[in-house]
């Protein structure tokens, strides 16, 4: 499954556009509004999205089934 994320700002009318997706077309989805309330929570949720390969490697392995 492919996941998709787009960062959209609100109108005076309260309203997001949300662009087009032709590979979901007669899909149901499910949107979850985030308010970024400013600058460091956006790179907080940037920083708990990005990949933890780097745990994985051979010099920490007695972690590996904790």
Do not use: H, T
């Amino acid at each position: 499954m492919q996941a998709y994320k787009y960062i959209s700002d609100v109108d005076e009318k309260g309203q997001v556009k949300v662009p087009a997706i032709p590979q979901m077309k007669s899909s149901r989805v499910e949107i979850i509004i985030l308010p970024i309330q400013n600058e460091n929570s956006y790179d907080l949720l940037n920083a708990a999205e990005s990949s933890l390969d780097f745990w994985n490697n051979d010099k920490d392995d007695q972690w590996d089934n904790v």
